[in-house]
């Protein structure tokens, strides 16, 4: 269940990404969703082991946990959207 969720955590801050920075058309969505879910699997799996907490598929859903999740969902599209080439000018 802790892995649906950071499946689907990621894929909702990726589109919201998309249309925050609007780039809502083809392939932006789908780079969007797909770094959106990378960033809630680092962010929920590896970073909580890192500050002394469970990971989510311990079975342990903890507040902290989920906001860890989200958050590096949305540190992660942040960085890339801001690193690329085309955001740029």
């Known amino acids: 269940m802790g892995l649906l969720f950071l499946i689907m955590a990621g894929g909702i801050m990726g589109w919201l990404a998309s249309i925050i920075t609007q780039a809502d058309y083809g392939r932006a969505v789908l780079r969007n969703g797909a770094i959106g879910v990378l960033g809630a699997l680092l962010g929920g799996l590896v970073v909580p082991p890192m500050v002394g907490r ?7 859903y903890d507040a902290g946990v989920l906001l860890m999740s989200i958050g590096g969902a949305a540190g992660l599209l942040l960085a890339v ?9």
Request: glycine fraction near 12%; charged fraction near 20%; hydrophobic fraction near 40%.
């Open 54 to 60: 469970s990971d989510l598929l311990s079975g342990s």
């Open 81 to 89: 959207n801001l690193l690329r080439p085309d955001a740029v000018g």
